[in-house]
């Protein structure tokens, strides 16, 4: 019942920036955009969340196209630490969090 | 300035028996919210639960589970006579409140379950 639909996996190398796709096309006009970030075994890492303006903050950049059917989270200087699976989810600010598969990220050397 | 505890960290039950995790939310936070990883899975919603209130238990299964989150003290998740299927990581996560911001949650370390 994932809400948003993400690619399985992508790499890019250490030092350039990852660009991460998210389509959330059935999103709801009150429904704000989610990434969330799982390194290995650990819990989960809120990184960013917006409604419709882009959004920056020390870990990262969200752009939501103008319709807010997609989004695309902006890591700029990929680093080995940040290989993880990344999960973007959308939903009201009074409803619980569903996480989908995500996307695995892997940053090479 | 703790995050949010989780303990026990691992946790090994043989089937039959019950397992116990508990989660200490962060200060200042009074919303508790339990994820379950199965292995090589993503992670499924269980409860949402305030002070002494569940809020929203639409992911728990229907028997041998149950959460708490009393006034005084840790979020406590329940397994009764547990089964193979139950070995997962159990995640809590806590919020500070309900409307914007509600939905950066705070995860904990995970507790490991593993069933013999």
């Known amino acids: 019942d994932a809400k948003t639909t993400q690619p399985p996996s992508m790499d890019c190398a250490e030092g350039r920036a990852a660009n991460l796709p998210c389509n959330h096309s059935t999103i709801s006009g009150n429904e704000y955009v989610y990434w969330y970030r799982q390194i290995h075994s650990q819990g989960p890492q809120y990184i960013i969340h917006?409604?419709?303006n882009n959004e920056t903050n020390e870990m990262a950049s969200l752009i939501i196209t103008e319709d807010r059917k997609s989004s695309t989270l902006i890591l700029p200087h990929a680093t080995l630490r940040d290989t993880a699976v990344y999960y973007c989810t959308n939903t009201g600010a009074n409803s619980k969090l569903t996480f989908g598969k995500g996307i695995t990220l892997s940053v090479r050397p | 300035n703790a995050g949010v505890m989780q303990n026990p960290r691992h946790l090994v039950r043989r089937r039959g028996q019950e397992a116990r995790l508990r989660c200490s939310p962060m200060k200042g936070h009074s919303h508790v919210y339990w994820y379950r990883q199965l292995p090589e899975e993503g992670l499924k919603f269980m409860v949402y639960?305030?002070?002494?209130?569940?809020?929203?238990e639409s992911g728990m299964p229907k028997e041998r589970f149950s959460a708490e989150f009393p006034k005084e003290g840790p979020s406590i998740l329940r397994i009764q006579q547990v089964v193979r299927g139950d070995s997962a990581a159990y995640f809590c996560?806590?919020?500070?409140?309900?409307?914007?911001?509600?939905?950066?949650?705070?995860f904990g370390a995970g507790s490991r379950l593993t069933v013999l």
């Open positions: 639960l305030q002070k002494e209130n569940i809020i929203d």
């Open positions: 996560a806590s919020s500070p409140q309900r409307g914007l911001g509600a939905n950066v949650l705070t």
């Open positions: 917006g409604l419709k």
